[in-house]
Protein backbone atom coordinates (compact mmCIF):
# COMPACT_ATOMS: atom_id res chain seq x y z
CA UNK A 1 0.00 0.00 0.00
CA UNK A 2 0.77 3.61 -0.37
CA UNK A 3 -0.47 6.50 1.13
CA UNK A 4 -0.18 9.95 -1.13
CA UNK A 5 -0.19 13.54 0.10
CA UNK A 6 -1.32 16.52 -2.34
CA UNK A 7 -0.29 20.09 -1.48
CA UNK A 8 0.07 23.49 -3.47
CA UNK A 9 -3.27 24.08 -4.25
CA UNK A 10 -5.33 27.36 -3.86
CA UNK A 11 -6.12 30.14 -5.70
CA UNK A 12 -4.47 32.27 -8.78
CA UNK A 13 -5.98 34.06 -11.63
CA UNK A 14 -5.93 33.16 -15.43
CA UNK A 15 -2.63 32.85 -17.11
CA UNK A 16 -0.87 32.14 -13.26
CA UNK A 17 1.11 29.19 -12.37
CA UNK A 18 0.85 26.65 -9.51
CA UNK A 19 3.14 23.60 -8.72
CA UNK A 20 1.15 20.75 -7.01
CA UNK A 21 3.19 17.98 -5.02
CA UNK A 22 2.36 14.37 -4.24
CA UNK A 23 4.13 13.17 -1.52
CA UNK A 24 4.48 9.21 -1.26
CA UNK A 25 4.70 7.44 2.07
CA UNK A 26 7.00 4.86 0.41
CA UNK A 27 9.09 4.73 -2.36
CA UNK A 28 7.76 5.28 -5.78
CA UNK A 29 10.85 3.97 -7.73
CA UNK A 30 8.68 0.55 -8.27
CA UNK A 31 5.18 2.00 -8.99
CA UNK A 32 3.82 1.41 -12.32
CA UNK A 33 2.78 4.75 -12.96
CA UNK A 34 1.70 8.05 -11.10
CA UNK A 35 -0.65 10.32 -11.71
CA UNK A 36 -2.67 13.38 -11.19
CA UNK A 37 -6.39 13.39 -12.40
CA UNK A 38 -9.44 16.23 -11.66
CA UNK A 39 -12.35 16.75 -10.83
CA UNK A 40 -15.17 19.41 -11.34
CA UNK A 41 -18.36 20.14 -9.68
CA UNK A 42 -20.47 18.16 -11.39
CA UNK A 43 -18.23 16.62 -13.27
CA UNK A 44 -16.52 12.79 -13.34
CA UNK A 45 -12.97 12.46 -12.22
CA UNK A 46 -10.36 13.05 -15.52
CA UNK A 47 -6.88 12.29 -16.50
CA UNK A 48 -4.61 15.46 -16.47
CA UNK A 49 -1.38 13.75 -16.61
CA UNK A 50 0.65 10.40 -16.32
CA UNK A 51 4.27 9.98 -16.02
CA UNK A 52 5.47 5.66 -15.82
CA UNK A 53 8.31 4.30 -13.58
CA UNK A 54 10.40 4.89 -16.71
CA UNK A 55 9.60 8.71 -17.30
CA UNK A 56 7.41 7.73 -20.20
CA UNK A 57 4.39 10.63 -19.86
CA UNK A 58 0.66 10.89 -21.21
CA UNK A 59 -1.80 14.22 -21.00
CA UNK A 60 -5.25 15.24 -21.27
CA UNK A 61 -5.69 16.92 -24.80
CA UNK A 62 -7.14 19.99 -22.80
CA UNK A 63 -3.48 20.63 -20.69
CA UNK A 64 -0.61 19.48 -23.36
CA UNK A 65 1.54 22.44 -23.84
CA UNK A 66 0.70 24.02 -20.36
CA UNK A 67 0.99 21.35 -17.90
CA UNK A 68 4.17 19.28 -17.02
CA UNK A 69 4.47 15.87 -14.45
CA UNK A 70 7.83 14.89 -13.33
CA UNK A 71 8.54 12.40 -10.25
CA UNK A 72 11.64 12.57 -7.94
CA UNK A 73 11.96 8.83 -6.76
CA UNK A 74 14.56 9.98 -4.01
CA UNK A 75 12.25 12.40 -2.72
CA UNK A 76 9.31 9.81 -3.41
CA UNK A 77 7.17 12.92 -4.69
CA UNK A 78 5.53 13.77 -8.05
CA UNK A 79 4.64 16.97 -9.47
CA UNK A 80 2.30 18.75 -11.67
CA UNK A 81 3.64 22.35 -12.79
CA UNK A 82 0.74 24.01 -14.54
CA UNK A 83 1.21 27.29 -16.36
CA UNK A 84 -1.07 29.56 -18.39
CA UNK A 85 -3.94 28.34 -16.08
CA UNK A 86 -7.62 28.85 -17.34
CA UNK A 87 -10.64 29.66 -15.23
CA UNK A 88 -11.68 25.90 -16.77
CA UNK A 89 -8.92 24.13 -14.74
CA UNK A 90 -10.48 24.82 -11.54
CA UNK A 91 -10.88 21.58 -10.08
CA UNK A 92 -9.75 19.30 -6.96
CA UNK A 93 -6.66 17.31 -8.14
CA UNK A 94 -6.17 14.28 -6.73
CA UNK A 95 -3.23 12.09 -7.26
CA UNK A 96 -2.82 8.67 -8.21
CA UNK A 97 -0.59 5.55 -8.02
CA UNK A 98 -0.99 2.84 -9.85
CA UNK A 99 0.39 -0.79 -9.45
CA UNK A 100 0.35 -4.58 -10.70
CA UNK A 101 0.59 -7.79 -8.93
CA UNK A 102 -0.37 -10.58 -10.70
CA UNK A 103 -1.78 -8.55 -13.36
CA UNK A 104 -4.44 -6.93 -10.91
CA UNK A 105 -4.78 -3.48 -11.05
CA UNK A 106 -4.15 -1.29 -7.53
CA UNK A 107 -5.26 2.24 -7.38
CA UNK A 108 -4.26 4.82 -4.66
CA UNK A 109 -5.37 8.20 -4.32
CA UNK A 110 -4.85 11.05 -2.13
CA UNK A 111 -7.47 13.04 -0.49
CA UNK A 112 -7.32 16.02 -3.25
CA UNK A 113 -6.17 19.44 -3.50
CA UNK A 114 -8.22 22.24 -4.77
CA UNK A 115 -7.03 24.48 -6.98
CA UNK A 116 -9.69 27.77 -8.32
CA UNK A 117 -8.46 29.70 -11.26
CA UNK A 118 -10.37 33.20 -11.27
CA UNK A 119 -10.88 35.01 -14.85
Known amino acids: QVQLVESGGGLVQAGGSLRLSCAAS????????MGWYRQAPGKQRGLVAT???????NYSDSVKGRFTISRDNAKNTVYLQMNSLEPEDTAVYYC?????????????WGQGTQVTVSS
Open 51 to 57: ISSGGTT
Open 26 to 33: RSIFSINS
Open 96 to 108: NARTYTWAIQYDY
